[in-house]
């Protein structure tokens, strides 16, 4: 990812994210909340709107998060939703992830 982009987690795999600088990641300490990850990337795409945030989440905190997105969706917030799961095809997780990085609008992005 490239520098200042803002990490946001609810799922285990937020713990290898590489940041740049400081602030580039939020995550609940102990365990996180599901829901937590989108929630926080709405709140830090509405305070730095130039910069790109992603969120790292499971199904349950997709499930958990809807408020969240409808609000992303209804503000037009190009948030990226990376939803991981226990197995998936990294390639095509790859690919799909660096389209939505691009895009500049909301995605999910689902890891099966």
């Known amino acids: 990812m490239p520098a200042g982009t803002i990490a946001t987690g609810d799922v285990p795999a937020l713990a290898s994210w590489q940041a740049v600088a400081p602030r580039e990641t939020l995550t609940a300490l102990g365990m996180a909340t599901p829901g937590y990850a989108v929630t926080a990337a709405v709140a830090a795409q509405l305070v730095h709107p130039d910069r790109r945030v992603v969120a790292f989440t499971s199904p349950v905190g997709l499930a958990a998060a809807e408020p969240a997105r409808a609000l ?14 226990a197995s998936a095809d990294e390639t095509a997780f790859a690919a799909e992830f660096a389209r939505a990085f691009t895009a500049r609008r909301a995605t999910v992005v689902v890891a099966s």
């Open 72 to 85: 992303a969706d209804a503000l037009a917030l190009p948030i990226i939703v990376a939803v991981l799961g």
